[in-house]
Structures are given as structure tokens and as C-alpha cells.
């Protein structure tokens, strides 16, 4: 469903690589955690699978779709949320949800449907007609959440989705994205939090420097370290000998 | 057509949220649906003031027109200033929509064709620019028709052109936008793009305004007035308006001619389909530079970055880089600090063309009796005053630290009295900054008056002090901290208008005492003592009422 190969990317002439000849493959069915140090290149390898950049080098697929080539017909398949949640504070949940269901080609019927479940299960029927702005950001996170999903996307894409998250809320979206995945759909998402990763993933990726440390599930990636956590993971394979992560 | 219709429909709506009716139905907050529906009255209000400033001027310049037999010039003029309008208007709106917005990463995320965002980004300008245009096309053709009694073709041949009138200059500008972003790597530099920008655009327009209008205004409001001014500026208004092809046409389109019509018509929609297919895919790729952030490359060495100051110095510091690294709050605040010296250099300017070589103004002003010192610093004070008054970087100090910035700061160990004293000197550093230049640039061109300058420019720095003084009591008091927007949170809270009011009022207080002590027949030295005298107190009273005020309210919230 998500296929990076010897993907390159680099921001300024000068600076190092913020992606460098990462190899990446996530099937349908799978929960992927993208882990890794601030910087270490999480939100870039995001934004070239869903073609907010273009690679420099190598190429990125969506359900068999080239993004360089196909690049409307990859994003069809893609349903993302972004890190940053105050994009449409002046439109009214609902009017934000129609847009959203329009730019997919949602049915009526289907967009009712999806809308009303989703409205239902975050508990947001009695805000949908608010504008954004008066939301609290758990709010608008779970807004972002139900129009990334209004098309039922084969691939759900979450940038940092668990901050600002209630207890009960962040609950939620992991079981959402549980669901999600049990239908035989992608769920790729990165995060600073180890034991979401580690309680939530059926593989976890491990980014530091702008190329894959470590990738695997839980089991594999321990069977070098045995009865190491996560977190010991995690700090041996980003530590670069006392290097500033920049 | 439907992710275009959606995409156009979300801008409007994300735009216009605030008029429409459901979103004012929906705020339960009492105090809020009526600072919503004054603000909606107060839109209406200018829409209508604005109207009624332009009728009458149309009506004045048509019945000028019509006793030089060139009734044709003013729907000529009005299809021209409405391009022109555009060009300037739309292009921060251009620039804001197409490549500053905070949606482009998301919007590129989704299945959108490039031309499809463009063509609906563009059409939101339009939109806004053609209701812009309604202001000039709409009175000018009517007043027109009514004058040489044209048919029912007139208004219809208007419908058109008021709807294609803005589409050129719209074209030009995005393509201009684009160049400027691509070729001078700007978007490294958007913030003081925007400011120097936002400067240039309101000096030229001032040029403008100075090198057209020859006359008070009061003698334009007649007919007798009108035609010296247009008799003065006819070859300029002729010129004008023959500047521009598509103008020319448009214009004769609307009088008239079906064949230029037609042209002005397809030119327009052929430069759109133009726009969007040559623009559609740089668009892209230049407003997703924008959303990157660019890569600080200065050094990071030397003791300078490790140097320790007071906690003073550190708010200072602060409040003055907000003020420079945010585009909006420095486009409000630097170009209205440079006012004073703008407007002394174009008076100065004007003053030095028309006294004849080898005479001397103070010669020949002296020989009218009175006390001419008095007077220049006076009308200086008056000019400079008022430009610092309604300057909105102190009245707005505590709002721009908006909800999280004021928890913040009201979290950490400084007394609230250092705050407002960073503040104030803040403010005082921008007027002080427009004064002296203003009276640097007065005494070279009008060396005559250095005296009635220096005294003039002293006078208003202590008048900033004392205004700015209050503003902020009203800011610390009552700030606006719940804004979305920079523009929010400098432009559009009620302090920015209690703070030019109570400039105004202080204003006034201060020539009444001038006035007295003109009539007093006082001589200038003791003028002047008097009133730094007097400000010296409004500025110590309004000082001790400031620090007052913020060590009571500063932590309320």
C-alpha cells in the first residue's frame, strides 16, 4: 500500500539530506509506527508519501499508484492528518466535513453516514455546527480525524495524531485506527510516544538522520536485544555518540 | 468543476465566516454576538460613508466634465481606476491567498489538480476585487447615463465590463507575485517583503495624492473647483487613461462600441485560461517553499549571544522583535512611525518649489505681524501628532501577547511595571525614530523654522509618551488576548480605537492651550516653555497612572 524506494530529500543545497535513500514498505493490513528523534526526518518521509514534496531522488507509491506520475489518483487513496489542526478555524465543523466530502466525491448517503458514526463516536454531534475556532484542540483533532476518514481511505496517514488528545479521546483514535486496519486498509502514523508505539503497532520503523535504523515488529526488532523495551531500543539506535539532533 | 466549486466555497466561507448569519446565531456569549453584530454594523457603516464620499465627487467631476464637453472622461477614468485599484489592492491579497496561507501543505496534500487550487484561489480574489470595482463602475456609468440620457444598452454594456474589468490586473499581479518569489528567493525574507512592501505602496500612494490634488478639498466639493482641478491635471487624466490598452477598450466598450467590448472581453477571459495553464504548476511548487521553514544560516558564535542584560532589556528586546518579524504588526506600525517624516519632507518640498530663488519664506511671512513661530509649530504638532496618535504599537502591547503568550509571561518573576515600562519604551523608540527624521528632514529644507521644527518635534515626543502612556493602561486593563490573527489582534480591537480617540482628544487639549497662548500674544520662548512644561507634567501624571495600572491589573486576566 505504501512503497518508498531510495527515497532522497534535501531542503537546501548546503544542509544534510533530511531523507536519505530510505527504503520503506507498509501492506494493507498493517499498523505502522514511525518513530525517531526530533528532525531525524518523521514529518518529511510524511509529506513525500502524501505529495506535499516531491523526492529528489527514488520514487513513492500508493496503493500501486506512482505519486510522481499519478499523483491525484495516489492521493484519492490517502486520507491524512496533519500536525498542525488550526487550518479552517472560521468554518463551522460541518461546512469543514462537506468540504472534505466533496474534494473525495463522497456521496450524499455515504458522507451522512460516515459523518454521522464518526460525529458519534468522538461525541462532537453537538459542536459539528460551531466554527472550528471555539473548538479546544482535542476538538479539532478529532475533526481532522473524521474528514481524513470521510472516503474510508485504503491508506490513513497521521502526523503526531495523539498530542493534545484526552486520555479518552487518544483512546479512541488508537482503537479507530485498530478498526481501521482490521479491514484490510493501511494505518501509518509517527509519534514521540514509545509505549503507543509499542502496545499499538503490528511494525514500527525507527528513523534517525534521515534513513531507517531499524524496522521490524516488536518481536524482530528485539531479537537481537533480548527482553529490551522500546524505549532501550530506541536509545541505542539513535544515539550517534552524543551527536545533537538537529 | 465539483473540487473547484468546494474548494472556491471553503476560501469564501473560511473568509466571509463572520457575516454569515447561522455563525452570528450560533455565539451564545452575549458580550460576543454584539461585538460581532457592531462589527458587521460598522462594515455596513464604511460601505455606506465610502459610497456617499464617492457619489458626490463623481456627480461634482461629471458636471466639470460636461462644461468641458468631456462627459466620456469619467466612465473612462472609473474602468481605470478600478484596474489600477486592483493592481495594488490585489496584490498583498494575491501574495496572501497564494503563497502565505497556512493551508498550501494541506491542500497539496489532497486530490487537487494545481490548476484547480489556482483557479479557485483566484477566483476568491476576483470576487473580492469586482465588489471593489462596483464602487467606481457602478456611480460612474449611472451618473453617465443619466447626464447624456443613454439607453437601456448603456447598463447593460456596464454588467461586463464591471465584470471583467479587474481580471488583467489580477493576471499581471499573480504573474508578478510568482516572479518575485522565484527570482529573488523572497520567501527566504516574506516578513520584510511585506513590510517594506506594505511602505513603499502607501508612500507612492501619498505621491500620488499630493501630485494629483492641487486643491483643498473643500473646493472640490463644487463644480467651479472641479473644473480648476481638472483644467490643471487634464492632460494627466487624459493620459491616464489611454495608458492601458485593455482599459482604452473596456472603457470604449462601455460607451458604445460593441467590437472593443468584445475584445476587452475575450482579452480578459484569455488571459485567465492563460494564468491558470502557465501558472498552475509553479504555483505548486512556490507555495510549498513557502511552508518550509527557512534555514537560519548565521553563525552561532561569539560572546554577543551569551551576553546577560536586565530583565528590562530582555522584554524590550522581546516586544521590539515581535514588532519587526511579524509582517502584520510591523506593516501597521512602521509605516505610520515614518508618517511624520514623510509628510514634513512633501510640505517642506512643496514649500521650497514655491518661494522664488534668493527670497525668504520667514521674510515674507514675518511681514504679516504674527507670530509665525508659533504658528509652524503649531501646524507641525498637528500634523505630527496625529500621524504618532494613531500608531497601534503601544495601545495594543498586552493584546498582541494573546491568550498563551500572557499566561506565559505573567508566569515568570518580573514585576508587571518592567512589562509596561518595555512596552512603552517600545513605542516611544518608533516615535521617537519618525519624529527625529521628520525634524532632521524639516530644518534641512525649511531651515528658516528650525526653531518652531525642533520645538514641534520635542513637543510631539512628549505627547507620544503621555498617549502611549494611556493607551496601554487601557491595554493592560481590558486587552483583547482571545484573537486568531495578527491582524485580529493589532487592527481590529476596540483599544486600537480608544487609544487614537483619547491621541485625538489629547491633541486637541494640547493646541487649545497653544491657541490660548497664542491669543495671550506670548513671546516664543515663553510658548515654548510653557508647553513642555505642561507636557512634562501630562507625561509624569500619565506614568505614575501607567505603572499604577499594571501592577493592579496586568496579572487579572
Same mark, same amino acid.
Given at each position: 500500500m505504501i512503497k518508498l524506494t531510495n527515497v532522497s530529500k534535501c531542503y537546501h543545497k548546503d544542509a544534510p539530506k533530511a531523507l536519505d535513500n530510505l527504503n520503506l514498505q507498509v501492506e494493507g493490513g498493517q499498523l505502522y509506527g514511525f518513530i525517531g528523534p526530533n528532525g531525524a526526518g518523521k514529518s518529511t518521509a510524511i509529506k513525500l508519501m502524501c505529495g506535499i514534496l516531491k523526492p529528489d531522488e527514488g520514487s513513492v507509491e500508493i496503493a500501486g499508484y506512482n505519486m510522481a506520475t499519478d499523483r491525484i489518483a495516489a492521493q484519492q487513496k490517502i486520507g491524512y492528518v496533519p500536525d498542525n489542526n488550526d487550518l479552517y478555524d472560521r468554518l463551522t465543523g460541518m461546512e469543514y466535513l462537506n468540504f472534505m466530502g466533496d474534494i473525495y466525491g463522497v456521496s450524499a448517503a455515504d458522507r451522512k453516514a460516515h459523518i454521522e458514526k464518526y460525529l458519534d463516536i468522538f461525541s462532537l454531534?453537538?459542536?459539528?455546527?460551531?466554527?472550528?475556532?471555539?473548538?479546544?484542540?482535542?476538538?479539532?483533532?478529532?475533526?481532522?480525524?473524521?474528514?481524513?476518514?470521510?472516503?474510508?481511505?485504503?491508506?490513513?496517514?497521521?502526523?503526531?495524531?495523539?498530542?493534545?488528545?484526552?486520555?479518552?479521546?487518544?483512546?479512541?483514535?488508537?482503537?479507530?485506527?485498530?478498526?481501521?486496519?482490521?479491514?484490510?486498509?493501511?494505518?501509518?502514523?509517527?509519534?514521540?510516544?514509545?509505549?503507543?508505539? /509499542?502496545?499499538?503497532?503490528?511494525?514500527?520503523?525507527?528513523?534517525?538522520?534521515?534513513?531507517?535504523?531499524?524496522?521490524?515488529?516488536?518481536?524482530?526488532?528485539?531479537?537481537? /536485544?533480548?527482553?529490551?523495551?522500546?524505549?532501550?531500543?530506541?536509545?541505542?539506535?539513535?544515539?550517534?555518540g552524543g551527536e545533537e539532533n538537529a | 468543476m465539483r473540487k473547484f466549486f468546494a474548494l472556491l466555497r471553503i476560501q469564501l466561507l473560511a473568509r466571509y465566516a463572520d457575516l454569515k448569519p447561522s455563525n452570528l446565531k450560533n455565539i451564545t456569549d452575549k458580550k460576543e454576538k454584539k461585538k460581532k453584530q457592531s462589527t458587521l454594523l460598522a462594515y455596513v457603516l464604511v460601505a455606506v460613508m465610502f459610497g456617499a464620499m464617492i457619489v458626490p465627487f463623481e456627480y461634482f467631476m461629471l458636471e466639470a466634465l460636461a462644461v468641458l464637453q468631456m462627459e466620456t472622461l469619467l466612465p473612462a477614468l472609473a474602468v481605470t481606476l478600478s484596474m489600477v485599484c486592483t493592481l495594488i489592492m490585489s496584490f498583498f491579497f494575491i501574495m496572501t491567498s497564494l503563497y502565505f496561507g497556512k493551508d498550501a501543505a494541506y491542500l497539496a496534500a489532497l486530490p487537487l489538480k494545481s490548476s484547480t487550487v489556482l483557479s479557485a484561489k483566484l477566483t476568491q480574489v476576483w470576487l473580492s476585487e469586482?465588489?471593489?470595482?462596483?464602487?467606481?463602475?457602478?456611480?460612474?456609468?449611472?451618473?453617465?447615463?443619466?447626464?447624456?440620457?443613454?439607453?437601456?444598452?448603456?447598463?447593460?454594456?456596464?454588467?461586463?465590463?464591471?465584470?471583467?474589468?479587474?481580471?488583467?490586473?489580477?493576471?499581471?499581479?499573480?504573474?508578478?507575485?510568482?516572479?518575485?518569489?522565484?527570482?529573488?528567493?523572497?520567501?527566504?525574507?516574506?516578513?520584510?517583503?511585506?513590510?517594506?512592501?506594505?511602505?513603499?505602496?502607501?508612500?507612492?500612494?501619498?505621491?500620488?495624492?499630493?501630485?494629483?490634488?492641487?486643491?483643498?478639498?473643500?473646493?472640490?466639493?463644487?463644480?467651479?473647483?472641479?473644473?480648476?482641478?481638472?483644467?490643471?491635471?487634464?492632460?494627466?487624466?487624459?493620459?491616464?487613461?489611454?495608458?492601458?490598452?485593455?482599459?482604452?477598450?473596456?472603457?470604449?466598450?462601455?460607451?458604445?462600441?460593441?467590437?472593443?467590448?468584445?475584445?476587452?472581453?475575450?482579452?480578459?477571459?484569455?488571459?485567465?485560461?492563460?494564468?491558470?495553464?502557465?501558472?498552475?504548476?509553479?504555483?505548486?511548487?512556490?507555495?510549498?517553499?513557502q511552508t518550509q521553514v527557512p534555514e537560519n544560516k548565521k553563525e552561532f558564535k561569539g560572546d554577543r549571544h551569551f551576553s546577560a542584560s536586565t530583565p528590562f532589556m530582555a522584554c524590550f528586546r522581546r516586544e521590539l522583535r515581535q514588532l519587526t518579524r511579524i509582517s502584520t504588526?510591523?506593516?501597521?506600525?512602521?509605516?505610520?512611525?515614518?508618517?511624520?517624516?514623510?509628510?514634513?519632507?512633501?510640505?517642506?518640498?512643496?514649500?521650497?518649489?514655491?518661494?522664488?530663488?534668493?527670497?525668504?519664506?520667514?521674510?515674507?511671512?514675518?511681514?504679516?505681524?504674527?507670530?509665525?513661530?508659533?504658528?509652524?509649530?503649531?501646524?507641525?504638532?498637528?500634523?505630527?501628532?496625529?500621524?504618532?496618535?494613531?500608531?497601534?504599537?503601544?495601545?495594543?502591547?498586552?493584546?498582541?501577547?494573546?491568550?498563551?503568550?500572557?499566561?506565559?509571561?505573567?508566569?515568570?518573576?518580573?514585576?508587571?511595571?518592567?512589562?509596561?515600562?518595555?512596552?512603552?519604551?517600545?513605542?516611544?523608540?518608533?516615535?521617537?525614530?519618525?519624529?527625529?527624521?521628520?525634524?532632521?528632514?524639516?530644518?534641512?529644507?525649511?531651515?528658516?523654522?528650525?526653531?518652531?521644527?525642533?520645538?514641534?518635534?520635542v513637543l510631539c515626543c512628549l505627547y507620544c509618551y503621555a498617549t502611549n502612556a494611556i493607551s496601554l493602561c487601557m491595554d493592560i486593563k481590558k486587552p483583547r488576548l482571545d484573537w486568531m490573527t495578527e491582524t485580529e489582534a493589532i487592527k481590529q480591537g476596540t483599544n486600537v480605537l480608544k487609544g487614537m480617540l483619547l491621541s485625538l482628544l489629547m491633541l486637541v487639549v494640547l493646541l487649545g492651550a497653544g491657541v490660548g497662548l497664542f491669543f495671550l500674544k506670548v513671546s516664543f520662548p515663553v510658548f515654548a516653555l510653557s508647553l513642555i512644561v505642561l507636557m512634562v507634567l501630562a507625561c509624569w501624571v500619565s506614568r505614575r497612572l501607567m505603572l499604577r495600572t499594571a501592577e493592579k491589573y496586568y496579572w487579572q486576566d
Open positions: 454531534e453537538d459542536a459539528a455546527a460551531s466554527q472550528i475556532r471555539t473548538y479546544s484542540k482535542g476538538m479539532k483533532q478529532k475533526i481532522m480525524v473524521i474528514g481524513a476518514l470521510i472516503h474510508n481511505p485504503p491508506v490513513w496517514i497521521l502526523d503526531e495524531p495523539l498530542g493534545g488528545l484526552d486520555p479518552r479521546a487518544a483512546h479512541l483514535l488508537k482503537e479507530e485506527m485498530k478498526m481501521h486496519c482490521q479491514k484490510g486498509n493501511t494505518v501509518f502514523f509517527s509519534t514521540h510516544v514509545l509505549e503507543v508505539a /509499542e502496545k499499538l503497532c503490528t511494525r514500527i520503523g525507527i528513523i534517525q538522520k534521515g534513513s531507517l535504523r531499524a524496522e521490524g515488529t516488536l518481536e524482530e526488532l528485539r531479537s537481537g /536485544e533480548k527482553g529490551a523495551s522500546l524505549e532501550e531500543l530506541f536509545l541505542e539506535l539513535t544515539d550517534d | 469586482t465588489m471593489i470595482s462596483t464602487l467606481f463602475i457602478f456611480p460612474a456609468t449611472i451618473l453617465y447615463g443619466i447626464k447624456v440620457g443613454a439607453d437601456w444598452t448603456l447598463y447593460l454594456r456596464m454588467i461586463p465590463v464591471w465584470l471583467t474589468v479587474s481580471i488583467l490586473p489580477i493576471c499581471i499581479v499573480t504573474f508578478l507575485s510568482a516572479l518575485l518569489i522565484r527570482l529573488s528567493a523572497l520567501w527566504k525574507h516574506r516578513e520584510a517583503m511585506m513590510t517594506v512592501g506594505g511602505m513603499v505602496l502607501m508612500m507612492a500612494y501619498f505621491v500620488f495624492i499630493f501630485a494629483i490634488n492641487t486643491q483643498p478639498m473643500d473646493e472640490m466639493e463644487s463644480v467651479a473647483g472641479m473644473i480648476q482641478l481638472l483644467t490643471n491635471n487634464k492632460a494627466l487624466l487624459q493620459g491616464i487613461t489611454h495608458l492601458f490598452p485593455p482599459a482604452v477598450w473596456a472603457a470604449e466598450g462601455l460607451l458604445g462600441n460593441w467590437g472593443s467590448l468584445a475584445l476587452s472581453v475575450m482579452v480578459s477571459c484569455a488571459a485567465v485560461v492563460f494564468t491558470v495553464c502557465a501558472m498552475a504548476k509553479p504555483y505548486r511548487r512556490l507555495s510549498l517553499l504588526y510591523a506593516l501597521n506600525t512602521f509605516p505610520t512611525a515614518i508618517m511624520p517624516a514623510f509628510f514634513i519632507g512633501v510640505m517642506g518640498a512643496a514649500l521650497f518649489s514655491e518661494i522664488p530663488e534668493g527670497e525668504s519664506l520667514r521674510a515674507a511671512l514675518d511681514m504679516t505681524g504674527l507670530n509665525v513661530d508659533i504658528i509652524a509649530t503649531g501646524i507641525l504638532l498637528l500634523m505630527m501628532g496625529f500621524m504618532a496618535g494613531i500608531n497601534p504599537a503601544v495601545s495594543t502591547a498586552v493584546s498582541r501577547e494573546g491568550r498563551g503568550g500572557h499566561g506565559m509571561l505573567t508566569s515568570l518573576p518580573v514585576d508587571p511595571k518592567v512589562y509596561a515600562r518595555a512596552k512603552l519604551a517600545v513605542g516611544m523608540l518608533l516615535s521617537f525614530v519618525g519624529v527625529a527624521l521628520a525634524g532632521v528632514i524639516g530644518c534641512v529644507l525649511i531651515p528658516d523654522f528650525a526653531a518652531a521644527i525642533i520645538l514641534a518635534c
